[in-house]
Each structure stands twice: as C-alpha cells, then as structure tokens.
C-alpha cells in the first residue's frame, strides 16, 4: 500500500492522477557524475538486491530525484535513489536511511525511452503544465519524484511514474 489514489483526470494525451503518498522509511544512494544515475542504481542494486526487495517492489517501491540538479555553469549534477524499507532498518556506510513525509502528488507514466508524449524532460513538463491549469498549486517544499515500476529492467524498457508535490487547491 503506502499510497492512495485520490483521483484521474486526462488533459489532452497525457493522464494525470492526484496521489497522496503515506510517510516512510527509505534507504538513501546518491551519486554527482555527468550521468550520475547508473552509479546511484549501482550503490542501489548491491545493497537491496541480496535482501530481496526487488522481488517485492509494493513494499519496497524505489524513488529518485536529482540532487543537487542540472546546471548551466557545471557538466555534472547529482541523482538519489530511494528505497521504502521496514522500520528498523538503520543507516551503516554510505547507505543512510531517513524518514520521508510523503504528500500529495500529480503523477503520470512515461517509459524512459520512446514515450509517445516525448522525452522525459518534455513529459515532467506537461505534467508541470496540467498542475498550473489544474485546482492544485506546485508545492516546492519538497522536490518532485521518479518511482521506477519495474527496477532491474533493460535501460531501454524502463517505465517511470513521475510525482510532481502539489497543494491542494479550490474548485476547478
């Protein structure tokens, strides 16, 4: 569970839905590279996947987020990965754990190659966009999420649900 739907609305081709996610407990890695993502999955993978937590992706769904992100004046940038765990579980070398608030979310779907909505950057920014012309207002408190939903895929077959934080908002 940790997650509940609260409702769907589809603006031109791309579905949008409004999700509160539960607070939890997540395992952190994060590298800063040029394409830091596949040293992050790397530190990710070694440490989860001997533990079996791939095998059960509903418990323990896996979150990223640039950190710090992409800028003009430097050719590398940062990415984290997150992992829900159970409650217990402590941080030990590179691997920090922390608690996550959670929050309501505008979230859609997009596969990491070959999106009929386009890139992933041009998919965060209709979903940016579905927010400005929804109730809801951007809440950036909090920075926004990729959720993989199927960790371990070939980098070409990879889908992604992104989470855009937004506040909820008056009527429409």
Same mark, same amino acid.
């Given at each position: 569970?940790?997650?509940? &739907? ?10 949008? %839905? ?18 830091? $993502?596949?040293?992050?999955? =790397? ?7 001997? +533990? ?5 992706? =509903? =418990? !323990?769904?896996? /979150? ?11 050719? @590398?940038?940062? /990415? ?15 691997? +920090?754990? %922390? @608690?996550? $608030?959670?929050?309501? /979310? ?8 070959? @999106? ?7 998919? *965060?920014? +209709?979903?940016? !966009?579905?927010? +400005?012309?929804?109730? !809801?207002? *951007? %809440?950036?408190?909090? !920075?926004?999420? &990729? ?15 992104? /989470? ?9």
């Amino acid at each position: 569970m940790g997650a509940e &739907e609260t409702g769907v609305r589809d603006m031109s081709e791309l579905s949008v %839905r409004t999700v509160r996610l539960d607070p939890m407990t997540v395992a952190t890695f994060r590298a800063v590279a040029e394409n830091p $993502e596949p040293a992050a999955w =790397s530190m990710l993978q070694a440490w989860a996947e001997p +533990q079996g937590m791939f095998d059960d992706v =509903s =418990s !323990h769904p896996v /979150y990223g987020f640039n950190n710090p992100g992409p800028s003009p004046d430097r050719s @590398d940038y940062g /990415y984290e990965f997150w992992i829900k765990v159970s409650d217990g579980v402590e941080s030990s070398g590179d691997v +920090q754990v %922390r @608690d996550f $608030e959670g929050g309501l /979310y505008a979230v859609t779907t997009c596969a990491l190659a070959g @999106d009929p909505n386009g890139t992933v950057p041009e998919v *965060w920014l +209709q979903l940016l !966009h579905w927010v +400005q012309e929804s109730k !809801h207002e *951007w %809440r950036r408190t909090t !920075h926004e999420l &990729e959720k993989l939903v199927n960790p371990g895929a070939e980098e070409k077959d990879i889908i992604l649900e992104l /989470y855009l934080p937004i506040e909820p908002g008056g009527p429409t």
